[in-house]
């Protein structure tokens, strides 16, 4: 079992661009959840998809929107990217009563 | 607005020691918590939860204390071995369950020393 698989694992973009990150979940899990961790602090939840809709949102703008596709894997998507959004983006899948996050995508935007 | 604080940025402990961490929260609708740990260039790896009905729960080396009065929680690792330096981070679940949306703390750094 792979376990939770982020594509890239590293991205420089510059400002304005648009970025688009990628997740597979452990096998046999159907629910993804995105969360972004800036330096020195905690992960904070963007939002999670089940059945391919958007079940649940953090207090990110609309900037940051996400996919589930069939196979349950999941893409983040942000528009007009901010210094700010310089964070490693955690993905993370779940089944029953445990969540599994993958090593992350570390974004840079210069 | 910092729902889960973890005050204590980083901790030392010798080898064989018991390892405190401790976390506190706001809400008092939060009704599971978890504990995960966090080395560098890896996602958060889940150690441990204890529900809101329970005050401790223990995993070999690891048990959690729950104090909902004080809106309190503490991992305690004993012994303490080298391998366990790591970021240990609290997260509390608003919803039910370890499933859904996590609220996380800022994350204490151990470090074991041999």
């Known amino acids: 079992d792979a376990g939770v698989t982020q594509s890239p694992t590293h991205l420089i973009k510059t400002r304005g661009q648009q970025v688009t990150l990628r997740c597979s979940p452990k096998?046999?899990?159907?629910?993804v959840s995105w969360y972004q961790q800036a330096l020195g602090q905690g992960p904070q939840f963007i939002f999670q998809?089940?059945?391919?809709?958007?079940?649940q949102r953090g207090n990110f703008p609309d900037r940051f929107s996400g996919h589930q596709f069939p196979n349950y894997s999941s893409e983040l998507n942000v528009n007009a990217l901010l210094l700010g959004d310089s964070a490693l983006y955690l993905c993370?899948?779940?089944?029953?009563?445990?969540?599994?996050f993958g090593p992350g995508t570390r974004l840079t935007v210069l | 607005d910092q729902q889960v604080k973890q005050n204590s940025p980083s901790l030392s402990v010798q080898e064989g020691r018991i390892s405190i961490l401790n976390c506190d929260y706001t809400?008092?609708?939060?009704?599971?918590f978890l504990w995960y740990k966090k080395y560098p260039a890896e996602g958060p790896t889940f150690l441990i939860s204890?529900?809101?009905?329970?005050d401790k729960n223990e995993d070999g080396r690891f048990t959690v204390f729950l104090n909902k009065s004080a809106k309190h929680l503490s991992l305690h690792i004993v012994p303490s071995q080298p391998g366990d330096s790591a970021v240990y981070f609290c997260?509390?679940?608003?919803?039910?369950?370890?499933?859904?949306?996590?609220?996380f703390g800022t994350g204490t750094l151990l470090a074991v020393q041999p």
């Open positions: 993370a899948s779940s089944q029953y009563n445990e969540q599994f």
């Open positions: 096998s046999g899990h159907d629910t």
């Open positions: 998809y089940y059945e391919e809709e958007e079940r």
């Open positions: 809400n008092s609708m939060f009704d599971y």
């Open positions: 204890i529900s809101s009905i329970k």
């Open positions: 997260a509390a679940s608003p919803y039910g369950g370890a499933t859904n949306k996590l609220i």
